[in-house]
């Protein structure tokens, strides 16, 4: 408990732009945010006075940090699960547990226990040896998906295994490595989406309508919400999906379930049990944000509303350009906001380069068309230093 302001503490590991978002909604709250964080200057130690400097992979850190609050959460599943084990015997409130995030950190535990609860996943393999991946591509069919069972993010740890003799080269390459693989078969999608949902320790459950996320080189530029073209009917399902994973495996605070949609159904692609790019629409978009609606389930307040505040929503990520642009980032805001007034873009701290995800820029109105134009050309502009109009951007 923070004695100037009598309210609890929450500790977040991970100085990340998750970490930074919830920090601004712990102001709002009244809470004192408490981050444990790898170096002064990832984005949230730029603007959350209450930081400690760890490493996430250091037992004795994170001891002492978790000494200093009364509930412990993410912004990244990368806690070794062994350390979140003893940090619970140690009496430390870890929310979500380590039970429950060990199938955010392993996707080879998640397909196998989502498969016993008879959900939808992909055909997948554990692959100890390259003859592993070639009998189940054999089976399934080529090409094959390979990831890595722990890390991998935004593209990275998945390959795309074309044949016998791929396989033949790469999975010893990555068993050498020391990384852990699993396959799964291509799965014939027509988009991707994604539910995003928050439990509380006491068991109440809240979720967000479902959105569209649409990936390019397996990186996520825009959101959609709704997800357009989706019956009530279909949404209603996917959300009833994603709260029942949410109490099967006991998970408290937010979590997101990314799905393919494939001709014959929703088919589960990952979980994530934090804050999460396909939620960011929520701190403009919705009555409740993910990232209060994390801090207010970890701490078992009553959840908030989590109904959208207009028709469409569109958030798009800001990410490096190729060449860095020469027009500073104040000056490119600056003319962002005099053409769009009504946008809302989130900065993180970030140095840019190539690819990396430095910002987003939402949009809210009554044309999903009209707000996804408007948003592409805002980000590219906030990347970029230039704008697109009249100019088809992909």
């Not at 006491?202 to 959105?211: A, I, T």
């Not at 505040?309 to 642009?325: E, I, K, Q, R, S």
Request: one cysteine or more; charged letters at 20%; hydrophobic letters at 45%.
């Amino acid at each position: 408990m923070d004695p100037r302001t009598g309210f609890p503490v929450v500790g977040m590991v991970g100085g990340g732009q998750l970490a930074r978002m919830t920090h601004q909604a712990a102001v709002t709250l009244g809470q004192s945010l408490h981050v444990l964080a790898v170096s002064a200057d990832e984005p949230a130690p730029l603007v959350t006075p209450n930081t400690t400097l760890g490493h996430h992979t250091d037992l004795d850190a994170l001891r002492g940090f978790a000494a200093t609050v009364d509930v412990l959460t993410f912004d990244h599943e990368h806690v070794p699960t062994e350390h979140l084990r003893a940090l619970v015997a140690d009496g430390v409130e870890v929310r979500p547990g380590p039970d429950a995030l060990v199938h955010a950190q392993d996707k080879l535990v998640m397909r196998r226990k989502l498969a016993d609860l008879d959900l939808p996943v992909p055909a997948f393999v554990e692959v100890t040896a390259a003859d592993d991946l070639v009998s189940f591509g054999d089976a399934h069919g080529w090409p094959c998906v390979l990831k890595a069972a722990r890390g991998g993010y935004d593209g990275r740890g998945v390959w795309m295994v074309a044949d016998a003799t791929e396989a033949a080269t790469l999975v010893p390459e990555l068993l050498a490595a020391g990384t852990p693989l699993l396959a799964e078969e291509k799965v014939d999608m027509r988009r991707e989406l994604a539910a995003l949902v928050a439990r509380s320790p006491f068991g109440q459950g809240g979720c967000w309508p479902l959105v569209e996320t649409v990936q390019v080189d397996g990186i996520c530029v825009e959101v959609l919400a709704p997800a357009p073209d989706v019956s009530a009917e279909q949404s209603e399902a996917a959300q009833d999906l994603a709260l029942r994973i949410a109490n099967e495996l006991g998970v408290v605070g937010v979590m997101a379930v990314e799905l393919f949609d494939t001709p014959g159904g929703l088919v589960v692609n990952e979980l994530a049990m934090r804050p999460h790019n396909s939620g960011h629409w929520t701190i403009e978009g919705a009555r409740t944000s993910q990232f209060e609606q994390h801090l207010r389930a970890v701490l078992d307040y009553p959840l908030g509303a989590t109904d959208p505040v207009a028709p469409a929503v569109v958030m798009a990520n800001v990410l490096g350009a190729p060449t860095a642009p020469t027009m500073a980032v104040d000056e490119r805001l600056h003319h962002l906001y005099a053409r769009y007034r009504d946008a809302n873009a989130h900065f993180y701290g970030k140095q840019e380069r190539p690819g990396r995800k430095v910002g987003h820029v939402t949009l809210l109105g009554d044309s999903l068309p009209e707000l996804r134009t408007r948003a592409k050309l805002a980000a590219h502009w906030l990347s970029h230093a230039e704008w697109l109009d009249g100019h088809e951007i992909h």
